[in-house]
């Protein structure tokens, strides 16, 4: 892969018992913590995807790793990503047998990874700790670019929307969405999800202006923080969302679509782009 400027994603600043997922730690040994950055533009998602013509995220740090610790590395993430979905802040471990310093192991990932991949920390964890079985919640920011026309340079880091949208009414409908609920109606088809109920602990929806040299880009950003999410979840909330900020539909309509939990009735899925991991949280 070419190396490239990064666009402006870090300016936004169970298994049953008995069975073993593909991803599970099974060596001993070290077991090391990575907070990873990414511009997922040019990814198929975290994990690898056969019908994709793009590498993984997983796969492009796993053979970085195997070059510098001459292991095969098995990399575990919080979550999958989907293609085209960023993160400022991607949590993830590998156990190795190897002694490298961890400023080192920084330092050399970082010196073999393409510039749209870094990593920001790796820490020492506790041989036990395992980045998705662990994680408690996970918070997710989509950005839109609300205003007339198209940004070259935030292209691959928001969803560009031309229509005006009513701030204050998204945010009264978004209420309806705290709490523990089933977010069937939010789910995209093939998730594989075994229950479809979810807790969402807070969602925020802000208008903000991004300020570059004399231009001030007009930004709405839709915060939801939840300890998982179905897939497309966040993007088909947010969709629903543009449509009743827009107009289309009206109010109330996002709590009766919660209530039917029937997929059809929901809006269209928000384009990945725009779409950022902001934090994994673990207590």
Known sequence: MNKKNVPMVSLLRSFPSGSRPRNEVRASGRNIKLEIEYDGTAYCGWQE????????????????????????IRLIASGRTDAGVHALAQVANFKTHSQIGLAKLQKALNGNLPSDLAINKAEEADTGFHSRFQAKAKLYRYTILNRGWHSALLRNSVYFYPYPLDIRV???????????????????????????FRQVKNISIHKRYYPLSAIRYPLVTIDIEADGFLYNMARNIVGTLLEIGRGKLPGGSLKKILLAKNRRLAGATAPASGLCLLKVKYK
């Open 170 to 196: 998204m945010q009264k409908e978004a209420r309806c969405l705290l709490g523990r609920h089933d977010f069937r109606a939010f789910c995209a088809a093939g998730s594989g999800a075994k229950s479809t």
């Open 49 to 72: 995807v056969t019908s994709h013509k793009h590498k993984s995220i997983q796969e492009t740090i796993e053979k970085a790793l195997h070059k510098i610790l001459q292991e095969k």
